[in-house]
């Protein structure tokens, strides 16, 4: 037997043995009483009774024992030509000191604070400093609108946010400060502080009595200790796209996190304490927490923060520059950025100018990948290009090659088999087990492996409702896919209406949502189209109200502005279609599936429900007319 088949084994067999010993890896204030509790059915909890910290097991215990003079964070801003690396000894004492900052400000243990920054190390001071008081951080990603982050303020309901004055990207400065404001004013719910980092590029505007400046709030700060927190605190909210306008709060705890993803490191990614590992993704997302931040601290690793994107921060080879530069031992990033690169730089001729030799494998995750880009990073790189799946959900690989425990043969298209921890299956819609090769809903069998989340932020019934009812005894995925004769998965596509662009997920719910609030639009629809470079793109169509007689042209601008203003940027909205009818079927609900297929010029069946076939055909004229269908 494999030492991957052994260990995946024993996982299953015997979890409370197989985590008990990983969690050896972690420091604990005290031990738990049960490794799993089932408090009621399909519900779990890791490590109950267990007492720990996060921010201790991520810095104080590495300081103590030798590593301060260590990296911690490199941070390699390409967009402002900075760089700077933190050490753990650094790292440590600003945390402790902002650690203070939030506890003079009115936060404390279980309090939600808001963080929502650019990629700068102070986002990682922020983070960890939440996690020393037993605050509950919420991190929102910088290309979301205003009103997206009131959604956010209202669910998490705040003490504090920690902002910036701006992000950069390379075309322009995002003033996050007016964005903050105006979602603040959105919102119901109002926090008692906002904390602001002033970057030299933009001067934010303070609220008197509200904000605080970072910068002077840290000069006079105190350094706090750590807050025990038990193992089933949560340690964190991460709000996703689902199907609706409203995104699902994720929560993660202390203990079943930190000990998964302590082990990650090493069975998963390979690597050793003290080597440099970088995850090119960006803190607002699950691979930013997991992989930039706590995966990296707490297994003694360096982890490297960029601020700049794959391409045109200067050239196609600004990965190559800082792996080389940084001697990167272990990557991690999205197909989108390699199918970027490849199309700038086809034959990975900038590849050559830099020295790789530390480099041992690339991962790759968020989105599916096409073997013609694992091909490719796979040639030109000669190391492991490893692809491997997760969710936000699941904070951590589902399936993946878990090269520190074996490399596996990689086959392009797939993510790996199941990893120690998951019991994945394929089920077909009476949740029987479908033959090897056979499409089906992936889900797995639970409990689930620490370090997943152990449910929504106030919304316990739509946990269960979404996640564990559609196949009882199981996790429900959301992706469809099948399982090899080897066991190794392939996920193929989504079972609901969420679509990924450029690795981001998104609802085409909360786009439609906006689209509706046009005043000339009756009904719409969006879809997620193939795009070569991001994967997917959205594309709406819009049906206008009897007698609306302006020009579709300007209807559509306007629709692609208020995506923009009200999702944001990262929706990458830019297409729709004025057309007669939607296709739906005789009870009423739109065929997106059957849209999407046209769209990508997919073979496809009539569906035996829709109510007027013709429609199909009038679709197919206006995705013509755009570019699409061919
Ligand atoms: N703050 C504000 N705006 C942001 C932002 C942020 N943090 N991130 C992206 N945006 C904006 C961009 O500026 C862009 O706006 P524009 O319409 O004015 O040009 C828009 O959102 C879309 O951004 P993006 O999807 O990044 O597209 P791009 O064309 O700028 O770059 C890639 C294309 C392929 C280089 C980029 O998508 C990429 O690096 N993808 C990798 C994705 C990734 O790491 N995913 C994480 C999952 S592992
Ligand atoms: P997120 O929660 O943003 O990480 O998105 C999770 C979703 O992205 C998954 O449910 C999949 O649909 C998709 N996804 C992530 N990684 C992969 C992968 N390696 N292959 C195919 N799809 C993936």
Not at 14 to 41: C, M, Q, S
Not at 272 to 281: I, K, L
Not at 313 to 337: L, N, Q
Not at 485 to 499: A, K, Q
Request: with cysteine; proline share 6%; hydrophobic share 40%.
């Amino acid at each position: 037997m494999s030492t991957y088949e052994a260990t995946h084994r024993a996982s299953i067999e015997t979890p409370e043995e197989f985590w008990a010993k990983a969690a050896d890896g972690i420091d604990w204030e005290k031990r738990w009483y049960k490794v799993l509790d089932n408090p009621e059915p399909n519900i779990y909890r890791w490590f109950s009774g267990g007492r720990l910290n996060t921010c201790y097991n991520a810095l104080d215990r590495h300081v103590e024992r030798g590593r301060g003079d260590q990296a911690a964070v490199i941070y390699d801003s390409a967009v402002t030509g900075t760089k700077r690396t933190v050490s753990y000894a650094q790292l440590l004492d600003d945390v402790s000191r902002f650690a203070g900052v939030l506890a003079s400000a009115g936060a404390g243990k279980g309090d939600r604070i808001i963080i929502y920054m650019p990629m700068i190390p102070e986002a990682i001071v922020a983070v960890l400093a939440c996690a020393r008081i037993g605050a509950v951080h919420s991190v929102v990603f910088g290309g979301f609108a205003a009103a997206e982050l009131a959604t956010r303020i209202d669910d998490a309901q705040p003490t504090l946010i920690v902002s910036a004055s701006c992000g950069i990207e390379p075309s322009r400065i995002v003033e996050y400060k007016p964005l903050l404001d105006e979602a603040i004013e959105l919102a119901s719910h109002k926090p008692r502080h906002c904390v602001i980092f002033q970057r030299p590029q933009v001067e934010a505007g303070m609220t008197k009595g509200r904000d605080l400046d970072w910068q002077d709030a840290m000069a006079t700060a105190t350094a706090h200790d750590c807050v025990t927190v038990e193992a089933t605190d949560p340690l964190y909210l991460l709000y996703t796209s689902g199907t609706t306008g409203q995104p699902k709060g994720i929560v993660r705890d202390n203990g079943g996190h930190a000990v998964a993803l302590h082990w990650s490191m090493k069975s998963i990614y390979g690597v050793d304490p003290g080597e440099v590992y970088w995850a090119a993704s960006d803190i607002g997302w699950v691979v930013g927490h997991s992989y930039i931040i706590y995966g990296p601290l707490l297994h003694g690793n360096t982890t490297v923060l960029f601020e700049g994107k794959p391409v045109g921060t200067p050239d196609a080879g600004a990965f190559w520059r800082v792996a080389s530069e940084h001697k990167v031992a272990t990557m991690f990033t999205a197909p989108t950025a390699f199918r970027a690169i490849k199309q700038q730089d086809p034959d990975g001729k900038l590849i050559g100018d830099y020295d790789l030799s530390a480099m041992r494998a690339l991962f790759l995750a968020g989105e599916r990948c096409d073997p013609d880009t694992l091909h490719w990073a796979e040639d030109r790189l000669g190391i492991p290009v490893i692809d491997h799946w997760w969710q936000t959900e699941t904070g951590w690989a589902i399936a993946a090659n878990c090269l520190g425990l074996e490399l596996l043969p990689v086959k392009a298209g797939s993510v790996g088999p199941a990893a120690p921890g998951w019991d994945v299956r394929t089920l077909d819609a009476a949740g029987e087990d479908v033959a090897p090769g056979d499409v089906g809903a992936i889900a797995c069998k639970l409990p689930l492996p620490p370090g997943t989340l152990p449910g929504l932020w106030n919304a316990r019934e739509k946990f269960i409702e979404k996640y564990l009812t559609t196949f009882p005894g199981y996790y429900e995925t959301g992706d469809a896919g099948f399982i090899d004769e080897d066991g190794y998965v392939n996920v193929m596509s989504r079972t609901d209406d969420v679509i990924n662009v450029a690795g981001h997920r998104l609802s085409t719910g909360a786009i439609e949502e906006v689209l509706a609030g046009h005043p000339d639009v009756a009904e719409c629809a969006v879809i997620g189209v193939g795009d070569a470079m991001k994967g997917q793109l959205p594309l709406g169509f819009l049906v206008l109200k009897a007698g609306v007689d302006r020009s579709p042209d300007d209807i559509i601008a306007e629709t692609v502005r208020m995506v923009r203003e009200q999702v944001g940027p990262v929706a990458v909205f830019k297409q729709a279609a004025v057309v007669a009818r939607l296709p739906k079927t005789r009870s009423g609900k739109i065929l997106r599936g059957t849209m999407r297929q046209i769209a990508d010029a997919e073979e496809y069946k009539v569906p035996a429900t829709i109510e007027d076939a013709s429609v199909l055909d009038e679709i197919g004229g206006a995705l013509k007319a755009i570019g699409y269908a061919n």
